[in-house]
């Protein structure tokens, strides 16, 4: 097995706690009200140490898309156009769309439906190199290759395009290398530096020919990346081919694990477990919550 599926079949497990953790915040009435105060949803494009709006409003029909978007919505839905507020073409895209979407189903929200979309492949999603503005939070260091993510992200913005980062430093240590969390970003003397203990990549370095890096880190301590598109993204960086035998490869590992009984017990009972602890946290009061979660991470 090549280390990309490899890396995919660690990706898979960590899918579980990920449902289980937005199921029960949008099952509790105090998370999701939380949730809902804090992102920019029906308001203007809100972005950490970049002006969105500011960008999008010179562009006739601005086209977003917020990839890795979970459930949370945070962005902002309007731009300022002319002095109007004007709805946003934007797009929420996750690999887990399928199960995300059944969620706004059971518990009645009126939020948008969520694009199924990996960052790895998104060029096959979104293929006309027509996208102003990509916004990835949080979510590159949960992928399973956040390099061919970058790559793949930049190749669908149309020339000028920008993608945006927003990241917590270094998660993976911080989260010991469990579930999604495979890859730590940082900014390694404002470079944008990907790695973990087996790989370390200068993005800006590897991007040159065909985008423009600016690095920062905000007041809050989030690693932040604005990186624009100057040209086309080389044809072997996207790698076709190398994808189909990984996809095919990942898919084969897969239907061989569902052979297994004990696999299948495990994901189920990981997904369980989870939505146990989660239906707890979530029905918490937010402080006790936060003090119980500065507790595990002393521990
Ligand atoms: C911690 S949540 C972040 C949600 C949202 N962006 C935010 O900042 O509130 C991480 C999200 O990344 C998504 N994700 C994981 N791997 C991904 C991939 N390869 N491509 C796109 N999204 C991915 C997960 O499904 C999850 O919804």
């Not at 969105?52 to 300022?80: C, H, K, R």
């Amino acid at each position: 097995m090549t280390k990309d599926s490899s890396n995919i079949q660690k990706w898979i497990e960590g899918i579980p706690y990920e449902i289980a953790f937005w199921n029960n915040v949008y099952r509790w009435k105090r998370p999701f009200d939380g949730l809902m105060k804090w992102s920019h949803y029906g308001n203007f494009i809100e972005l950490e140490c970049f002006n969105a709006s500011q960008f999008l409003e010179n562009q006739e029909n601005p086209l977003v898309l917020d990839v890795g978007a979970g459930m949370s919505y945070a962005t902002g839905n309007y731009i300022n156009k002319g002095g109007e507020k004007t709805p946003l073409d934007i797009h929420y895209v996750d690999p887990l769309a399928p199960f995300f979407n059944k969620i706004l189903k059971k518990y009645k929200k009126n939020l948008p439906e969520i694009d199924f979309g990996m960052m790895e492949y998104l060029s096959a999603f979104y293929p006309d190199h027509n996208v102003d503005l990509v916004i990835i939070q949080n979510a590159l260091d949960h992928s399973s290759n956040p390099l061919k993510g970058i790559y793949e992200a930049v190749d669908t913005l149309r020339v000028g395009g920008k993608l945006y980062l927003n990241h917590h430093p270094n998660e993976a240590e911080m989260e010991h290398y469990k579930g999604f969390h495979q890859f730590n970003i940082c900014a390694e003397n404002e470079k944008l530096t990907i790695w973990n203990k087996s790989e370390r990549y200068d993005i800006a370095e590897l991007l040159h020919v065909f985008a423009e890096v600016e690095t920062a880190t905000a007041e809050s301590g989030h690693v932040i990346a604005i990186i624009t598109k100057k040209s086309d993204v080389p044809y072997d960086l996207l790698g076709d081919k190398n994808d189909k035998r990984v996809l095919a490869e990942a898919l084969l590992q897969q239907s061989f694990s569902s052979f297994s009984f004990a696999k299948r017990l495990r994901m189920s009972l990981l997904y369980w477990k989870y939505n146990f602890i989660q239906f707890v946290i979530q029905g918490l009061p937010w402080d006790l919550r936060m003090k119980i979660k500065r507790l595990i991470k002393q521990a």
